[in-house]
């Protein structure tokens, strides 16, 4: 699954790993804020782009190829619409819709290749994005793994008993669905006494204290100034 | 004797990269038990998943009863080999622990009354009949393992794998499950840590260590030598 | 559903950022406050709930199968403002580890399914007093309304499209969303069968909120079908109507020129244009917490 | 010696009917460890979680360290009892290792870098500390249960409440637990179904059955008796 090579690139310690997330989600975001407003005629800006997060891919110590591969994920869905460019007459339109999907998913598993998920949420916090659902976050991605295995496990219990899980019909899905959702409803409640047992009363305290050093300062301008540099240079 | 179970050079590794099976080689004829033992991590539970298919190898082969574990003949292969899990929450999915039972025998073809039938004959057998229209997840943790122990028993398999099927039975309930297996004709693959368990049902186990069968041999002589 | 980055023009996402973001920070709020500190765990496993069920295969019939997407399902069972939350957080998610959505069009998806979405599922659960009817609608309006929502934001962004492709979305919308009503039904049953107690009865305040809900949606949908600069695809549709220019001229306030016409270089006006929208943004939430954090320290 | 838990009058019944203590007189005094046995389904668990108030008695009253478990005290008695749940996934709720340990630290409102000094020392005890920075969901069940031990080794409960500590841990893991435990000065609640871990531990056991206590006494002398 997608997050589990994630997870398992985030944990570098390369350069780029030890930027302070704040800084890492404003520079994802003026790249995308550059890549989202690319033009079919501006190939060479594209192509620095493309070359930059590459180099930084590199830096990373991340496996170039296959992060390239990960950020092609968004490219099934970019053809369908290049298909329709195409037909209504602007093909030019949907290869820029391929090129910037591209780019700017490339740029996101970038993120997220080298930002551990605490330190992201951490991130998140710092930029004042709502703590209360910083918090759902964070309680959604922990259980996420949990209750996909389960699902997966009831499913596979029901192929193993049963031969093929397909031989269920809608109402015995829907059962299923609803047997989850109980269980997940009891696992909240579970969770909320484990929390409320340690003395949880409402508020989630957090220690890792991530401080901004002069590398991330770095780290911004160095980046941002020729991000935005080619956009106004290239035509 | 015929042989139910031959796995050759199996190698599993899990989409985080954890190389769980490094190269495995496995027989057990039929109307055999036979015990695994192992630290945690070492690859017990990942070995099971792969006897009725829920895993697909990253190399090597898995025969069960002659069939190659493949998908063709997944159906086939999972009406032969029966599984707990280690987790029963994993186990019941349906609202009622009764239906939960008659799930195997339902989809097999037998009628809804045979079903049932069947399904309380396997709840008496694991004291549970009194609790048939409970919903699973409304039990303790012992007898939800009762209840997952059931469900395979109605199932009538050639193959009984059980992955630490003692956890949170009370010790009647361990040393009734360990009557109740030794009685079943079928061979069967013991994982666990509860080594009294272990010497009731089998002179004969296989130790995993690091994702690979580092002894074969009787029990005793395999906890001796890794000082278990 | 889930529009990547790299599809919608930088008027589109900028505005639907400015509405989703202080829209999920008034929700949260609201959220926070209704409930105690048992929300927390309860809305990340819904969470992670909604993601694992959409695992679970729905046969649809002719050996197709179809999943929940569990916008209404999820306001049914927390109320709507606790929904939009979990929705949030599951757009975020899966937009940051799975990119599935951009992280620019983050506040068009937020907007599209986890308030309007959600909203749109509230306000018929709502009316019909919690029946099986009203749960059909909540699936079948939750979803039509995001769809119809994301396909006019693509089109305001000039992404080309074939006429005839229009009316094939839109026969494609109707049959998902009425396959998303029926297993918001037929969970919903489920969920009642197992754990009885466990939907949310509608509240009379609660009513209130989902047409005000719906309203705002409706209006700004109609707000966006003319702010459009480049409406190719509607550009008939408006063009037919006869109401396009006179609409465009009335609209064309400072903000609708936010081109920052300072700055020559057209193409680097848009980045900036961009910048300042998310600066904007980022201003105005934090003008929001401010106030909500002043408001609490008074109430405690 | 003072008086740790005092319960009378027990009573609980489950929203569903299911009536799972009936009665329950317990004491225990600081210092003592107790083990409490009985058959699935016999109310052990239910019994735990009203220790610290995470279920309200249907009827009966309870004292920790003097304190009635009401309301308005629950945030004390939380302090002092800790409670290691029956699993560990619903314990384990911080993204790291050691801010999960550190949490109860830090909701008693000590400073990042003591609660951070504190939850190192605990991991330190359960050998864990080389693990501080891993996400919970990346490690095996047993290495879980440890860190789920850590947390409330971190959070310095006068009271001890474990509720089958030593499922999955290999036996190594098992013995290493009961050495552990058994260094630790505090009064001591052990639910388990693992007589020999439960001997290592106590000399004292309490029996229940039906939801309520049916006998205490030394362990060897109620496991003849009920024949456990
Ligand atoms: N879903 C998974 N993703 C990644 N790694 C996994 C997964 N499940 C197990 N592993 C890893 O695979 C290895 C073998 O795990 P497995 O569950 O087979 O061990 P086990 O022998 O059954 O242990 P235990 O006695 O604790 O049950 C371990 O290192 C474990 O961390
Ligand atoms: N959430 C629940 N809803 C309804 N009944 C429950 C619930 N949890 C437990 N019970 C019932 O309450 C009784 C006592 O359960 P409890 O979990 O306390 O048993 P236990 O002694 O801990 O058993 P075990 O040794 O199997 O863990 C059982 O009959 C069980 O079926
Ligand atoms: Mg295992
Ligand atoms: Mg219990």
Redesign the pocket.
């Known amino acids: 699954m997608r997050h589990a090579r994630l997870e398992l690139w985030s944990r570098g310690t390369s350069f780029a790993h030890r930027r302070h997330p704040a800084a890492k989600i404003l520079v994802t975001l003026v790249f995308l804020i550059a890549i989202s407003s690319l033009h079919p005629s501006q190939a060479r800006a594209a192509i620095f782009y493309f070359v930059v997060l590459t180099a930084l891919a590199s830096a990373a110590k991340l496996p170039v190829p296959r992060v390239l591969l990960a950020a092609a994920v968004v490219l099934p869905f970019a053809c369908v619409f290049a298909l329709m460019s195409f037909f209504a007459g602007a093909p030019e339109k949907g290869i820029a819709i391929m090129v910037r999907s591209w780019l700017s998913a490339l740029t996101t598993v970038l993120l997220m290749a080298t930002t551990a998920q605490p330190d992201l949420l951490a991130g998140l916090e710092a930029l004042r994005v709502p703590r209360f659902l910083v918090q759902v976050m964070q309680f959604l991605y922990r259980y996420l793994l949990v209750l996909i295995e389960e699902a997966g496990a009831m499913r596979a219990a029901a192929a193993s008993r049963a031969g093929k899980a397909s031989t269920l019909e809608f109402r015995r899905a829907s059962a299923a669905a609803g047997v989850l959702f109980a269980r997940s409803w009891g696992r909240a409640n579970a969770i909320h006494q484990a929390m409320t047992a340690r003395g949880f009363t409402g508020h989630i305290p957090r220690f890792r204290v991530l401080r901004i050093t002069a590398a991330d300062v770095w780290f911004v301008f160095g980046l941002v100034g020729p991000v935005l540099a080619v956009r106004l240079v290239l035509p | 004797m015929s042989r139910i179970v031959e796995v050759r050079e199996l190698r599993y590794v899990w989409e985080d990269g954890t190389e769980a099976l490094r190269g495995v080689d496995f027989d057990l004829e039929a109307g055999e038990t036979v015990a695994l033992l192992g630290p945690n991590g070492s690859g017990k539970t990942t070995f099971a998943l792969h006897l009725n298919g829920l895993l697909k190898p990253t190399q090597g082969t898995i025969k069960i009863d002659g069939l190659p574990v493949i998908e063709r003949n997944l159906s086939q292969i999972r009406r032969k080999v029966g599984l707990v899990f280690q987790d029963s929450d994993n186990q019941l999915f349906m609202p009622t622990v009764l239906e939960d039972v008659a799930f195997a025998p339902m989809t097999s073809g037998l009628s809804p009354e045979a079903s049932a039938e069947k399904a309380m004959d396997a709840l008496r057998l694991v004291a549970m009949d009194h ?1 048939a229209n ?1 919903a699973p997840w ?6 939800k393992k009762r209840v997952a122990i059931a469900g395979i028993l109605a199932s009538d398999p050639l193959l009984l794998v059980l992955d630490e099927p003692t956890t ?1 039975l ?1 010790p009647p309930g361990q040393r009734s499950l360990a009557t109740l297996l030794s009685e079943l004709p079928q061979a069967k693959i013991l994982i666990t840590h509860d080594m009294p368990f272990a010497r009731m049902l089998t002179k004969e186990a296989v130790f995993f260590q690091d994702g690979q069968i580092a002894g074969r041999g009787p029990v005793d002589q395999l906890a001796a030598h890794f000082n278990w | 559903m889930h529009i990547p980055d790299g599809y919608l023009s930088t008027r589109v996402w900028v505005i639907t950022d400015l509405v989703a973001a202080p829209g999920i920070a008034l929700l949260a709020r609201r959220a926070q406050a209704k409930f105690n500190h048992h929300l927390i765990p309860l809305m990340g496993v819904m969470g992670a709930f909604v993601f694992a069920a959409q695992m679970i295969n729905f046969p649809a019939g002719n050996g197709t199968s179809s999943h929940l997407v569990g916008a209404a399902l999820l306001s049914c069972l927390l109320g709507p403002a606790a929904a939009s939350i979990v929705m949030t957080a599951i757009l975020a998610t899966q937009a940051l580890v799975f990119q599935d959505g951009g992280l620019l069009a983050l506040g068009a998806n937020i907007f599209n399914m986890a308030i309007a979405g959600v909203f749109a599922g509230y306000l018929p659960y709502a009316m019909f007093r919690g029946s099986r009817v009203g749960l059909f609608l909540a699936g079948f309006f939750s979803l039509m309304t995001a769809a119809v929502l994301a396909l006019s934001e693509l089109l305001i962004s000039g992404v080309a499209m074939p006429p005839a492709m229009l009316s094939v979305s839109f026969a494609w919308f109707l049959v998902s969303a009425a396959i998303e009503g029926a297993l918001t039904l037929a969970v919903a049953v489920a969920l009642e069968r197992i754990q009885p107690g466990c939907l949310r009865k509608p509240v009379a305040g609660g009513r209130a909120w989902a047409v005000s809900g719906l309203a705002a949606v409706l209006l700004s949908s109609a707000g966006w079908l003319f702010a459009s600069d480049r409406p190719d695809g509607l550009e008939s549709l408006a063009l037919k109507a006869g109401i396009s220019n006179r609409v465009t001229s009335l609209i064309a306030s400072p903000f609708g020129d936010y081109q920052a016409s300072f700055v020559a270089n057209p193409r680097l006006a848009k980045s900036v244009a961009g910048l300042a929208g998310i600066l904007v943004i980022y201003g105005l939430c934090m003008a929001i917490s401010r106030a909500i954090g002043a408001t609490r320290r008074e109430g405690a």
């Open positions: 609790k409970k409304h039990l303790s943790a012992g007898e949170y009370d």
